[in-house]
């Protein structure tokens, strides 16, 4: 709980994270956030409810189980949840972009306002709505209970990615370097090596005698496509905070990246390609790790 102004950017992280003082700009991860103060700049959080009930002058980017929007934002909102509420109260700046099961707008939008939903329901006003319905299948008990699951499978990498950096520092950091140095090599890298442990392992399968060997790579391969996404944004919370010129510890840069990562992964369409290019980088840098982990032999 933050009770005291800070003329600075805050990183906050937890079970409940409570902003009741004003701050310059807030990146927060935990099962309930609630931001009663003002924020001088952008807000970045991902959790399981998120009540944002004072006014934000910079950008809002939001990943949770239910969020509701009862004040202002200065500049574009972003959202992608099981339920959004924009208040009466809420009034968006520019732009605002929300995906979810079920959105109700009864507040201002004074650019473009884009929803994708089940259920859409709306009394507010906004310059130009976009409005797609989204047909599934899947009732809605069961596509809550698939929402939930995916935000505390996200909140199960987090803690993945925290203990890795507080465990295995070492090489955990060699490989989130090796994904900045040579990018473009890991995708290609990453895809075939995808690729290719798959096929490998269903050809020893189906020999029955390398199925112990079949078993051992597709554990090889689980654990490289888990960890991939967690090196890459440790790479991409390292690189934002360089070029901000913060002060930070690997565990902040890495939940500044995941939160970003987590948000991003969740827009249409868009989302899954930055997910399958996530997922080739940080496994190209896995495997030139594992590579590098070899023992030199001699004579």
């Known amino acids: 709980m933050l009770n005291q102004p800070i003329d600075d950017d805050v990183i906050a992280a937890g079970g409940k994270v409570v902003v009741n003082a004003p701050v310059q700009s807030l ?13 001088k700049g952008d807000v970045i959080a991902a959790g399981g409810m998120i009540s944002l009930n004072a006014p934000v002058s910079g950008k809002v980017l939001l990943a949770g189980g239910a969020v509701t929007l009862n004040s202002s934002v200065g500049r574009n909102v972003l959202v992608h949840a099981g339920d959004v509420n924009i208040s009466r109260s ?90 900045r140095s040579r990018p473009l090599v890991n995708i290609l890298a990453g895809l075939g090596g995808i690729l290719g442990g ?62 970003l990562l987590q948000i991003a992964f969740r827009i249409p369409y868009i989302g899954l390609i930055l997910l399958a290019v996530s997922v080739c980088l940080g496994f190209g840098a896995f495997i030139f790790g594992l590579s590098s982990c070899r023992p030199n032999s001699s004579g």
Not at 27 to 39: M, S, Y
Not at 145 to 174: D, E, H, K, Q
Not at 235 to 253: D, M
Request: a neutral charge.
């Open 27 to 39: 990146i927060a991860a935990g099962g309930e956030i609630e931001i009663n103060a003002p924020v």
């Open 198 to 259: 798959i096929v490998l392992g269903v050809l020893l399968a189906l020999t029955i005698v390398g199925l112990p060997i079949a078993i051992c790579i597709l554990m090889m391969l689980i654990a490289g496509l888990l960890f991939s996404t967690l090196f890459v944004s440790s790479s991409l919370g390292y690189i934002i905070v360089e070029r901000l010129g913060w002060h930070t510890k690997a565990w902040q840069q890495f939940l500044i990246g995941f939160i």
């Open 90 to 179: 809420a009034t968006v700046g520019a732009d605002a972009l929300v995906s979810a099961g079920r959105v109700s707008h009864q507040g201002e939008v004074k650019g473009n306002l884009t929803v994708s939903s089940e259920e859409f329901t709306s009394a507010g006003t906004e310059r130009h709505l976009a409005y797609t319905r989204e047909n599934t299948s899947l009732g809605r008990g069961l596509l809550g209970i698939l929402t939930l699951g995916l935000i505390l499978f996200s909140l199960g990498m987090a803690v993945l990615g925290l203990l890795a950096i507080r465990i295995a520092p070492a090489p955990y950091m060699a490989v989130e370097a090796r994904v």
